[in-house]
């Protein structure tokens, strides 16, 4: 079996899979049951001085079938006091003392108030602090959560006062409402973060009933934006999370977090440069014991690949991500049709013909409909192979190319210099 566990920044784990701060590390009793199914550590639901909740607070986003496919919540930092939950925190470590509890913290943007909450949740144990500059709803037009993340500057003071007192490592939460994720993981840095941890949650709303006219959800007939997050988000997720992992000013550990599901989605945001990762919303559809499959497929994988730790998967493929500028315009894939298999829905003719590039035949050989490419109109944009619902039947293959490889830049550069 692989080595699972991590170091996060000097933060270590039996494995890499941490519940993310939000309505499952809500107290010590959900924490202590998470650890005994399994998970490799917690970070706790955001503290800072207590709130009051509406009711309702959460709606999900459904799609062809997939309950959950997406989750928006406007609920808030703890409503509990704080004494509560420090002694809730002292407790749980005290029981699970080799798994990772991670405080996370708000407070308004003044230095004395970060200092007194660093200072009391410290006592307690924690083996860190992850600073809440994500939440995009209820505490942002409060000045805090997002209001502060969006700032770089803010970003930067906050973290720096915050390191001046912690004498455990300092991870900070980013939100994605912004036009540039690096520019606030930057600002973390220059502040003097240990790591990073992204996506916070998205800016949203769930939707509108047709019936009432209110908004999903409600509040007494009045709604609000909310966060939202889930198998949506990942795709959102693993691009920030890649654009701040091969950003030679981000040079520190990251938290990955955004619609992690399963395994496989946790290892792609190993691949992409995270250490760890954060579940939210899938624990919160499916339980605790999802860890359990998350372990042993993550396991399973890495013994696969030979490898012998999680940590030798860490960024393996950040290398690989790149700017449009600098792919290969002479690469060439073409679609190819597996008659056999082919169960003849036309799915792939009619998006072909409609918008894409018109380059599947339709034929008809010994009274048997037939579908053929023409691969010389054929672009290799996918579409054919992602609409098909048959495993098999569309294959995307490579054709070597007559002409040598040569990117955007390149061939600017190559018109610029022949111009002279």
Same mark, same amino acid.
Not at 221 to 241: D, F, R, T, W
């Given at each position: ?25 809500? *107290? ?19 503290? #800072?001085?207590?709130?009051? &909740? ?10 062809? #079938? ?46 004395? !108030? ?10 307690? +144990? ?39 007192? $912690? ?53 007494? +007939? ?7 997050? +889930?198998? $949506? ?39 992409? +440069? ?12 499916? #339980? ?34 790149? &700017? ?47 579908? !053929? ?27 070597? *190319? ?19």
């Amino acid at each position: 079996m692989a080595d699972l566990r991590i170091n996060l920044a000097g933060i270590q784990s039996p494995n890499p899979f941490w519940l993310a701060s939000a309505p499952p590390t809500n *107290s010590g009793y959900q924490v202590q049951r998470a650890f005994e199914a399994g998970w490799g550590g917690a970070v706790w639901k955001t503290l #800072g001085d207590p709130i009051l &909740n509406v009711s309702s607070r959460f709606a999900a986003v459904s799609f062809n #079938g997939q309950r959950v496919a997406g989750f928006n919540n406007i609920e808030l930092i703890t409503d509990r006091p704080l004494e509560v939950n420090l002694q809730e925190i002292y407790e749980t470590k005290k029981k699970f003392p080799n798994h990772a509890i991670i405080a996370s913290l708000m407070v308004e943007p003044k230095q004395e !108030k970060w200092h007194e909450i660093v200072k009391r949740v410290e006592d307690v +144990g924690v083996d860190g602090l992850e600073l809440n500059f994500g939440c995009p709803h209820g505490m942002a037009e409060r000045g805090m959560g997002s209001a502060s993340g969006q700032v770089p500057e803010l970003v930067e003071k906050q973290t720096y006062w915050v390191k001046e007192v $912690a004498r455990t490592p300092v991870i900070v939460k980013l939100t994605p409402n912004i036009t540039d994720i690096t520019v606030t993981a930057e600002a973390a840095t220059r502040g003097g973060a240990d790591a990073i941890s992204m996506i916070n949650t998205i800016n949203s709303l769930a939707g509108v009933d047709l019936d009432t006219w209110n908004t999903v959800p409600h509040v007494a +007939g009045k709604g609000a934006h909310g966060g939202y997050c +889930g198998p $949506a988000v990942k795709p959102i997720a693993l691009n920030m999370v890649a654009e701040c992992a091969r950003n030679p000013l981000v040079n520190v550990p990251i938290s990955g977090i955004g619609g992690i599901s399963n395994w496989q989605d946790a290892a792609e945001f190993i691949l992409m +440069g995270a250490t760890g990762v954060q579940v939210c919303t899938a624990a919160m559809h499916h #339980g605790f014991s999802i860890v359990e499959d998350m372990i042993d497929g993550l396991n399973n994988y890495l013994d696969d690949k030979g490898l012998a730790s999680v940590m030798d998967l860490v960024g393996r493929s950040v290398s690989r991500y790149s &700017n449009w500028g600098d792919l290969n315009l002479n690469y060439k894939i073409v679609a190819e049709i597996n008659n056999d298999v082919c169960i003849n829905c036309n799915k792939c003719h009619i998006a072909c013909e409609d918008t894409s590039h018109q380059c599947i035949d339709l034929y008809t050989e010994n009274g048997r409909p037939l579908l !053929k490419v023409r691969e010389e109109d054929c672009v290799g944009c996918n579409l054919c192979s992602i609409v098909c619902p048959v495993d098999g039947a569309i294959s995307m293959v490579e054709r070597k *190319s007559t002409v040598p490889p040569m990117t955007w830049n390149e061939r600017q550069t190559l018109i610029s210099s022949l111009s002279k």
